[in-house]
């Protein structure tokens, strides 16, 4: 029988309990297993390792050079064990990729632009309603990446592992029914929508719904909403000419609606965050919120977005994601996205 690591972790557990027993009750072994065991290594190695005495077991003067070299060996194959665990990791994430999303327009971006930097990989997405529900699944090594979004009510919560970086700003809109008069104007104020009838997210972790109630009833009151919806029946009650709603700058407009900036930008400034779980080491968050400017020592934020750069957050999602790439033909991707055709991006 050949040394192995593990008999040197036994010879060390010995030394460190001092007693038989306990070490065999540290490594969940039986203590006559335990004993066989040593009798076996030291067997191999060629002299008595432990004194038994009644008060313990003692390292003899052979059993301390062995100690000595034990010591020195484990910490180095640990090492070694590790690394190797982190690389395995890394390689495998090459060919995964799990994209969540809360309900933004980037998400079909993203896919594409993770789909072009790592062309053999698998990409898989799905949508959850609360932003920290998708935190908490990349913190779990359920997400490689996710679009969240937060707000003055509620901000990102850290989590271990998850590290968010501020992508671009972007405002809040109104988002109006094509044939409505306030759909004329390049602006709309905030007050002119309270006496429409709204159509509004349920209420739900990210406290959307709460945050535009409270800046309306700062405005002069609480709307009116008799419909409570999200994504396309919340379009189509706005389609149809029933409701009005909000809807972040870079919503796509449909035909029979009509997406206009709010005077003042009242509801504040979204951000969006790309995160990146430091285990993995991939692009990991992008977030939109509504933010307002931050307190000295926070968060630095870029520049809000107006209307005609909303778009743009796609193009600069495409060239930033190669700073996060990792594994095997890094360069390879790199050039893959800065050749990636930047039209595929837009719309």
Partial sequence: MDLEVRHLRVVCAIAEAGSLTRAAASLGMTQPGLSAQLRRIEAMLGGVLFHRRQEGAVATPFGELVLDRARSVLPGM?????????????????????????????????????????????????CQHSPVTLLDELAANRLEAAVLGDHPDQRLPQRDGVTLHPLAT??????????????????????????????????????????????????GRHPF????AEGRPLIELVRAGLAVSLCQATFIEVPGTAVRPLTGNPLGTGTSWPGTRTARSLPTATTSSTESPPATGARALPP????AGALDIRKRLALRLPEFTVGRDKDRREDTAAGYDMANMTG
């Fill in 170 to 219: 972007e405002p809040v809109f109104a988002l109006l029914p094509a044939a409505h008069p306030l759909a004329g104007l390049e602006e709309v104020p905030l007050t002119a929508l309270l006496d429409e009838d709204w159509a509004v997210p349920r209420p739900d972790g990210d406290l959307t719904r709460e945050y535009w109630s409270s800046i309306c009833a700062a405005a």
């Fill in 78 to 126: 640990d090492g070694l064990i590790a690394d190797t665990a982190r690389a395995a990791r890394r390689m495998s994430a090459c060919d995964r990729v799990r994209i969540g999303s809360v309900g933004a327009p980037l998400l079909g971006q993203l896919v594409l632009a993770v789909k072009a930097v790592l062309p053999d990989a698998q990409v898989t997405a799905r």
């Fill in 304 to 307: 809000p977005l107006t209307r």
């Fill in 225 to 228: 909403a008799p419909y409570e």
